[in-house]
């Protein structure tokens, strides 16, 4: 939980120190979502001996912005990928990761102000799925951050295994703890 007063943000860090401080962090590849995209917690993740995998979105649209531009260029360096199906619940999801550790562009010297660069950087990851779903096929891409020069495998399994992860919370809220039907609202429940 997130100390009242507190933001994400502060609180990372901290669980970082505490989970270095018993070792589990020693090698490990951290993900997380795109609120720890920044220099604080990538150099906070580093300093306990693991790595980052961190998800890039709009909340840093510079960083967002190359790194896409990066992957639709067409001069760009062939990066490694590799392609996922899978079929179950009345859809089918194509997944293509590609990944690429040309990534000396981003990590070197800031070229504007208020440009920050996270420490570490060794590779930069692009997800594109198409979900085909009752004849409606939706496309999205989603871009990543590494300090590990991960394969495209490798970075697929550790963005799979992540949202699996998510997504087993949130059933267990959601199905053990009936989270979504509960109408309690800030101020409105128990204290």
């Known amino acids: 939980a997130v100390a009242e007063g507190s933001c994400e943000q502060e609180t990372i860090p901290l669980l970082l120190e505490k989970l270095a401080a018993s070792g589990s962090l020693d090698g490990a590849l951290v993900t997380i979502d795109a609120i720890a995209c920044n220099p604080k917690v990538a150099a906070a993740i580093i300093d306990a001996g693991a790595d980052y995998l961190l998800a890039v979105k709009a909340n840093q649209p510079g960083l967002m912005g190359e790194i896409e531009r990066f992957f639709d260029d067409p001069q760009c360096p062939a990066p490694d990928h590799c392609e996922e199906t899978d079929k179950g619940h009345g859809r089918i999801e194509e997944r293509r990761v590609a990944i690429s550790t040309q990534v000396d562009w981003l990590a070197g010297e800031r070229r504007f102000p208020g440009e920050y660069r996270l420490p570490g950087v060794a590779a930069i990851v692009m997800v594109e799925a198409a979900t085909h779903e009752n004849g409606v096929t939706s496309r999205h891409r989603r871009f990543y951050v590494a300090s590990r020069a991960l394969t495209a495998k490798q970075a697929a399994v550790a963005i799979r295994s992540h949202w699996a992860i998510e997504n087993s ?23």
């Open 169 to 191: 919370l949130h059933w267990v809220l959601d199905v053990t703890f009936n989270e979504d039907k509960c109408r309690s609202r800030t101020g409105h429940g128990p204290a």
